[in-house]
């Protein structure tokens, strides 16, 4: 397993991605900044999207958002912020 902090710059206004992948498994840990909304968006496209795993950061306790190998489709772990923010969250790869 490797692990790796991450920092970005998240603009407000609507979902920005901040990680992607198709047919791999990692974790994306996040605690603020509070009131970030976290979610994963399966699919590509607003029709036939889907989103999973919808969370609110409070700051102070960790959440997580975990992509799984059984994903079939295109996951992206997206966060909405209310202002512009610097995020920094945990990158988790499992496996080889």
């Known amino acids: 397993m ?4 991450r920092t970005k ?12 992948g198709w047919n791999t ?12 909304q976290i979610k994963i968006r399966y699919g590509g496209g ?3 999207g889907k989103d999973s ?3 609110t950061l ?8 975990k992509v799984g190998k059984a994903s079939l489709v295109y996951a992206r772990v997206q966060m909405k912020v209310q202002q512009d ?10 496996g080889p």
């Open 2 to 5: 490797a692990q790796v902090q």
């Open 9 to 20: 710059i998240v603009k407000a206004g609507d979902w920005r991605t901040l990680e992607s």
């Open 25 to 36: 498994t990692f974790t994306c840990r996040f605690v603020s900044p509070a009131g970030a």
């Open 46 to 48: 607003w029709i036939f």
């Open 53 to 55: 795993q919808k969370q």
């Open 58 to 65: 409070d700051g102070v306790r960790t959440k997580d958002l």
């Open 85 to 94: 923010s610097e995020v920094t969250y945990l990158y988790i790869v499992e």
